[in-house]
């Protein structure tokens, strides 16, 4: 069974860091692309960042970029998301997902991610 784990989440100010990480117990990377999704009050789920091994890719979202930068931890089954430079806009529950054989072309949403993580909270404030 595949089972996902984050951790990282927090209170910081606006213009502060945070590392997530996703943990993959039992399952291998190199079959799964793996993103991360957040979901802010009242907002609908949304990608925010994506990693393939297997296709060589990485995807960020356009309000992330220059900001976020996702990375993989072979030797750990671990992959990452150091977000810098945060802003209130970030704060949400950020959740990790896997899509089996993904390759991160931003049309691979929300429903092609068949396993998840139960979230860690993020909390910018101003």
């Known amino acids: 069974e595949v089972q996902l784990v984050e951790s990282g989440g927090g209170l910081v100010q606006a213009g502060g860091s945070l590392r997530l990480s996703c943990a993959g117990p039992g399952f291998i990377f190199d079959d799964y692309a793996i993103g991360w999704f957040r979901q802010g009050p009242g907002n609908e789920r949304e990608g925010v960042s994506c990693?393939?091994?297997?296709?060589?890719?990485?995807h960020y979202a356009d309000s992330v970029k220059g900001r976020f930068t996702i990375s993989s931890d072979d030797a750990k089954n671990r992959v990452y998301l150091q977000m810098n430079s945060l802003k209130p806009e970030d704060t949400a529950v950020y959740y990790c997902?896997?899509?089996?054989?993904?390759?991160?072309?931003?049309?691979?949403?929300?429903?092609?991610?068949?396993?998840w993580g139960q979230g860690t909270q993020v909390t910018v404030s101003s």
């Open positions: 990693i393939s091994r297997s296709f060589g890719s990485t």
């Open positions: 997902a896997a899509a089996r054989g993904g390759s991160c072309n931003p049309g691979e949403g929300v429903p092609a991610y068949a396993h």
